[in-house]
């Protein structure tokens, strides 16, 4: 099994004492840099926008908390982590997002945005970070959304595909269709091609 930390070693600089802590802070203040005060110390994993999140989402479509994560064992080098993002308090949470076939798990670690979100538990206002990936292949942060991408067009292929011979089925014979949604309430299927406007941010 393959463990993949998503961290640069250098950036482990980052971790500060209460004494370095409390002067960073005092800079910020003085920098008038107000949304970067922390409570104990930066975020040295990489965080996930919207599109990435997108991306990992095709290849991990299931979500649990780290404490109901139960399809594979999760490795040594994984748990050792954890307990060094909770000690350095760099995370409110931790899930696990996998696959229910080939799990090749993703940890993620997440904060509140804001007081009020913490305060009214609004699940959509949370910033996450991707931290590791375990499983039979390791990947570099760029192969992993390329292969979300691979992963979502082949799926909007295959609904294009079911929906042009449900289409050719309509046109070749409508008044069948037609009785048989009148009989059994058929769906006719929908194909949602909404492009996102934030895909340019993509590193690759």
């Given at each position: 099994m393959e463990v993949k930390i998503y961290r640069e070693p250098e950036n482990e600089s980052l971790i500060i004492n209460d004494s370095e802590l409390k002067e960073y802070n005092s800079l910020v203040n003085k920098l008038n840099l107000t949304n970067e005060i922390v409570e104990h110390v930066p975020s040295i994993y990489t965080p996930i926008n919207q599109s990435m999140s997108k991306l990992l989402t095709a290849l991990c479509p299931s979500k649990v908390n780290l404490d109901k994560y139960n399809k594979s064992t999760i490795p040594l080098e994984v748990l050792k982590v954890v307990d060094f993002a909770i000690k350095n308090k760099m995370f409110e949470g931790f899930y696990v997002w996998y696959a229910d076939k080939d799990p090749d798990p993703l940890l993620i670690g997440w904060n509140w945005q804001n007081a009020e979100a913490k305060k009214n538990k609004y699940t959509w206002q949370k910033d996450e970070s991707l931290i590791?990936?375990?499983g039979d292949c390791s990947m570099e942060i760029d192969e992993l959304l390329k292969?979300?991408?691979?992963?979502?067009?082949?799926?909007?292929?295959?609904?294009?595909?079911?929906?042009?011979n449900y289409s050719?089925?309509?046109?070749?014979?409508?008044?069948?269709?037609?009785?048989?949604?009148l009989k059994s309430n058929l769906n006719f299927p929908t194909l949602d091609i909404r492009g996102s406007s934030d895909l340019g941010?993509?590193?690759?």
């Open positions: 590791a990936r375990w292969k979300g991408f691979q992963s979502l067009k082949v799926s909007l292929i295959d609904s294009a595909k079911k929906v042009i050719e089925g309509v046109l070749k014979n409508p008044d069948t269709y037609v009785r048989e949604h941010d993509l590193p690759f």
